[in-house]
């Protein structure tokens, strides 16, 4: 971050500035609202992002596995999976969102204040810019795809787009995709928060430096190894296994616990009404569907929403 460039008279003492600097810079690869560049994951995790060979989960919390589990003392707080259809895209809700907040290390109080996030994401303030913000706005209004939250206006006889449960979202162009896909808004954010990139900036010259500093003091950070391995194995698709006892399924990247992890504090830091948009709950991705996503995996890994919409449960 900017945080290289943060004068002494800031709040943030210079040690810490550097040790949070060198963690965003191998946060470069991590997606679904920590995102990587529009470029398959091919390359090798960098040693300095190794998952911690001490560090596992154990099966009972999670069934993704290692590293889409992510921390141990986190995996716990990613979505459940869903019990019944009626549980299906629906959001945390401010008093879950913020009680979440708490154990991941989140003050309330440090967050944007609310003209703080609304310069921000319309690229307005000192270092404002439009085309960035315009990435936060797409990349947030993906992750917080729930009931009463559908992504796009919803038309006259159409039913609206709720995905966010299945780790799922459909693009510009109506291809359903994870919102981790090379070519999806969530994929970018993360260069926006690497030294010299937009969020950074604008927070140190617009007076949030303290919320930064708390992102970076939370449970963010210690998820950042898993969430860039667990993308890095991954082809186009980018979609995890859940395996419960003899059974599998399949959900996309963004509700595993160690990108959920990193996707809500980023977001509750930005704006605490939005995090509590994400959902409460994952579902596995129809089979059907998740077959003709995983077909795609060495190519585009997206296939037309239009041919498989009848699959999922939208009610928005």
Avoid at 134 to 141: E, G, L, M, Q
Avoid at 144 to 151: A, D
Avoid at 250 to 279: E, H, Q
Wanted: net charge neutral; glycine share 6%.
């Amino acid at each position: 971050m900017s945080f290289f460039n943060l004068q002494s008279a800031r709040s943030v003492k210079a040690g810490r500035i550097l040790g949070l600097a060198a963690v965003l810079v191998t946060a470069a690869t991590i997606s679904a609202c920590v995102p990587t560049p529009p470029s398959p994951p091919t390359t090798t995790v960098p040693p300095t992002t190794t998952v911690p060979p001490t560090t596992t989960v154990p099966p009972a919390v999670q069934g993704f596995g290692q590293p889409f589990d992510g921390v141990a003392e986190y995996a716990q707080y990613g979505p459940s999976q869903v019990t019944r259809s009626a549980q299906i895209n629906q959001p945390l809700g401010q008093k879950a969102a913020d009680k979440l907040a708490k154990k991941l290390g989140l003050n309330k109080k440090d967050v944007l204040t609310k003209t703080q996030f609304a310069q921000l994401v319309s690229g307005q303030g000192i270092d404002g810019n439009a085309k960035d913000a315009a990435i936060i706005d797409a990349s947030v209004r993906i992750l917080t795809n729930t009931t009463g939250n559908p992504l796009y206006p919803v038309a006259p006889g159409k039913q609206p787009i709720v995905l966010a449960s299945y780790g799922l979202t459909v693009n510009t162009d109506g291809m359903l995709e994870s919102p981790a896909n090379a070519t999806a808004p969530p994929r970018e954010i993360n260069q926006l928060l690497l030294p010299g990139g937009y969020i950074n900036t604008w927070c140190l010259d617009n007076g949030a430096a303290k919320s930064l500093e708390m992102l970076y003091q939370s449970a963010y950070t210690p998820e950042i190894p898993f969430a860039t391995e667990s993308q890095q194995i991954t082809d186009f698709a980018q979609l995890a296994t859940f395996q419960q006892s003899e059974r599998t399924s399949v959900a996309g990247m963004s509700v595993v616990p160690s990108l959920f992890v990193i996707n809500f504090s980023l977001i509750y830091m930005l704006n605490p009404k939005l995090a509590a948009k994400m959902p409460a709950y994952w579902a596995p991705i129809p089979t059907p569907v998740a077959q003709a996503l995983a077909a795609t995996g060495t190519t585009t890994g997206q296939v037309p929403y239009s041919e498989y919409e009848s699959y999922f449960n939208t009610a928005g």
